[in-house]
């Protein structure tokens, strides 16, 4: 029993003392030793550190070894392994290769070994320029740049030497630089951008706020950088005085806001003239608005009226209108007012002003060919085949015709075709213009034409010349006119006459003091039914006071206009509108 | 990283625009006094400065493809065993000082020279790199971009250096060696491992040496401009 138990308590005894062997065994990991880093400053020198890990109860600190071999390329690489040329000194655990065991851009490869090269605890293959990591830059420090408006923030630049061991200057290396800086109570550092500048500006530091910076730098194309500098604390205090600034501004820029509103609001409708004055009524000169707002239009219309070009249409009336009015007392004040000599006397007639121009005619509204105010050319020239400086066709077929009846000529003849009496132009209606050119009038009754002759001829009565030489009437009648002017003066008597051949018969017409109608009627030409009124002008009167008619080059009967009216801006009276028309 | 790339991307165009009349020269530009000259003129140390501006891109883009390539085809334990000793640089035969005393030893001439050695002998490795990246399926368009650049501007450089050589030197152009042509052995690829590796490789000891040409240039302008101090 208690053989047992003693066995038990050995048992459990050894169990324990097995487990707290095994412990402490377990208790400090096995770390093996291995190269921590191999690092070059100036690609001049570098060293290997390492790390002795945990202490083996076989092996002595001392005893870490390290060996390298540098394949040189243009020496024969070295087959043997070279050991450490100088151990640090002042620091343990570490390598340390001078410029003569060092190249650029050859192949290390180290090992850390025991000291008899047995056992290999860590290699490491590397060229040296790659493993360069620069000395932390030195002298920073920094200059004010700017400062807000608000004097919360400001901007610095932050200057720095790069450090004594690189060769930045002979351009050994080239090094980039990284600036860091953090607001001192956080943790959070801000990292400015990578550059070649010995220099950085920082912008939107805080004022009266503690800055720290840093600065680092690295190899151009290099992996890693190096050391951090020391750091160097801004603080710039801000210019804080007794009460808010902002808030002073906002509060006046409130306060101009709300006198402005006041001011805008009180001087409400005058800034509104100001602004926007009120647009002025249109002024036409001359009118009255106020006129036109009461509607006299009486006076509305005078005043518009001023200058006669204005509305000319409103002062000749219109010729249609003349139609209308049957004035028969002015008739006879024209007709006393006849200027007889220059109708009579060939001679007188040069002296007479045309006959358009004789006619000292009023606006009675009976705007006639005379109108001198409204000089028509194409109907002026009507007007002087009155003139008995103008016809040709006639003098033709009155010379032709009229050879013994000198009086049947041109004006150029010098004697007398005489102007057509009457200042008025009287019209006849012209029946029928033959080949010849000679016109045939249409006679005043178609029905008493029971002649053989088929032509009606317009019978022309003519004034006695022994009646009064400057009273000559031109009675032209026919079947289907009168003329307004004969219609008060028309001597009872027609007559008829042919005056397609005045000469031949102007004696007999002419001479005669009473015409006796006759007709002549032509078999040659027969006309059943009424020929087309065709009116034309008298061209001249010829001693025998025969008509000459100024006849149509066609043949076909076309109304020409006799009179020239006045129309106003090309109006057309029926008469015209008609007559135009072929 | 993307930072890094825009930025590159904005940076590049704007370093290298004048680099386009270093491009434009025309090196047989005779500055005899009969010739009608078309060539403008730039002077030495402004040319300097362009090489060096040149070397210096060259290089940060070359590091740049390097790292790109390693994170993408390279797994990290194979990263620490590249110029072992199946994988050596092309130029490790050439005659180049490789530390800095012995640099500070050697005269300007040799330094030109040695820079255009260098630069001639990269020339047709990196066309090959070129056509052999072209192969990968996978291969990053960046990667692709930045080597194509860096084989057209080594192309570029090394003209800007026979101008210079010229220049400072009062040599004539010197004849392409042909030895470069050894150097590279066009070797055919097994597997794509191996053609991997070899890429790698070829990446890493050109970016070494762009390193070296850029060193090189930035002493010579040092000696250039004070001799006192940079010797």
Known sequence: ?582 | MNMMTVMQRVVWPLLLWPYVLTVSIPLDCKEEEGSFSRCPSITQEKLLDRVIQHAELIYRVSEESCSLFEDMFIPFPLQLQRNQAGYSCITKALPIPSSRSEIQQISDKWLLHSVLILVQSWIEPLVYLQTSLDLYEVAPDTLLNKTKWVSEKLISLEQGVVVLIKKMLDEGLLTTNNSEHGLFQYEAQPEMLESVMRDYTLLSCFKKDAHKMETFLKLLKCRQTDKYNCA
Not at chain 1, 23 to 37: E, G, M, R, W
Not at chain 1, 43 to 60: A, D, H, I, Q
Not at chain 1, 93 to 119: A, G, M, P
Not at chain 1, 249 to 277: D, H, N, W
């Open chain 1, 1 to 582: 029993m208690a053989a047992a138990l003693t066995m038990l308590f050995f048992l459990l005894h050894i169990f324990t003392a097995s487990v707290q062997g095994s412990a402490s065994d377990q208790v400090p990991p096995q770390i093996n030793p291995h190269l921590t880093s191999c690092v070059s400053t100036n690609m001049e020198t570098f060293r290997c550190r390492w790390n002795v890990g945990t202490p083996r109860r076989l092996s002595e600190p001392g005893d870490l070894r390290l060996f390298y071999i540098n394949k040189i390329p243009s020496n024969t690489p070295p087959k043997e392994w070279s050991e450490c040329p100088h151990y640090s000194t002042d620091r343990p655990n570490e390598c340390f290769f001078n410029e003569k065991h060092t190249s650029i851009w050859t192949h290390y490869r180290v090992h850390l070994s025991s000291r008899d090269q047995s056992i290999i605890y860590d290699e490491k293959l590397f060229h040296v320029q790659d493993i360069v990591e620069p000395d932390a830059p030195v002298y920073l420090n920094w200059t004010l740049l700017n400062v807000s408006l608000t004097a919360n923030h400001y901007d610095i630049i932050v200057s720095w030497k790069p450090p004594q061991s690189a060769d930045v200057q002979m351009g050994w290396m080239t090094l980039q630089y990284e600036v860091q800086y953090r607001d001192a109570n956080s943790d959070l550092w801000e990292v400015a951008d990578i550059g070649k500048d010995t220099q950085r500006s920082i912008y939107g530091l805080q004022a009266n706020a503690n800055h720290e910076v840093r600065v680092r730098c690295k190899m151009l194309g290099g992996k890693e950088f190096g050391e951090f500098s020391d750091s160097i604390f801004v603080n710039v205090p801000s210019k804080v005085s007794g009460f808010p600034v902002m808030a002073l501004l906002i509060f006046g820029a409130l306060c101009l806001v709300t006198l402005l509103m006041l001011v805008i609001i009180s001087q409400q409708e005058k800034l509104m003239v100001i602004l926007l004055p009120p647009v002025p009524g249109p002024k036409i000169r001359g009118i009255d608005p106020k006129l036109l707002k009461k509607g006299k239009l009486s006076e509305l219309t005078s005043i518009l009226g001023g200058p006669p070009t204005l509305r000319p249409e409103l002062y000749n009336n219109d010729p249609w209108v003349e139609f209308i009015d049957l004035d028969i007392e002015e008739q006879s004040d024209r007709l006393t007012d006849l200027d007889t000599d220059c109708l009579m006397e060939r001679s007188l007639s040069s002296n007479c002003s045309p006959l358009s121009m004789g006619f000292r005619d009023d606006d009675s509204g009976r705007s006639s060919c005379c109108d001198p105010d409204l000089p028509n050319d194409p109907e002026a020239s009507s007007f002087i085949p009155l003139i008995p400086n103008q016809s040709h066709a006639k003098d033709s077929s009155c010379s032709t015709a009229c050879e013994p009846s000198p009086p049947v000529q041109s004006p150029a003849a010098g004697e007398p075709c005489f102007v057509a009496p009457g200042r008025e132009a009287l019209y006849t209606q012209v029946s029928e213009v033959r080949s010849s050119g000679k016109v045939l009038l249409s006679p005043e009754e178609q029905a008493e034409v029971g002649k053989s002759k088929s032509k009606d001829t317009l019978k022309v009565i003519m004034a006695e010349k022994e009646k009064e030489k400057k009273e000559f009437q031109l009675l032209v009648v026919n079947s289907g006119y009168t003329s307004e002017l004969n219609a008060g003066k028309m001597s009872p008597r027609l007559y008829s006459g042919d005056m397609s051949e005045p000469c031949q018969t102007g004696g007999d017409s002419g001479s005669s003091p009473s015409l006796s109608p006759y007709h002549e009627s032509d078999t040659t030409h027969m006309s059943p039914l009424p020929p087309a009124p065709v009116y034309t002008v008298v061209e001249c009167v010829d001693r025998q006071n025969s008509l000459l008619l100024t006849p149509n080059s066609t043949h076909a009967p076309q109304l020409i206009m006799p009179k020239i009216m006045p129309t106003p801006d090309g109006y057309l009276t029926p008469d015209l509108l008609g007559s135009i028309t072929p």
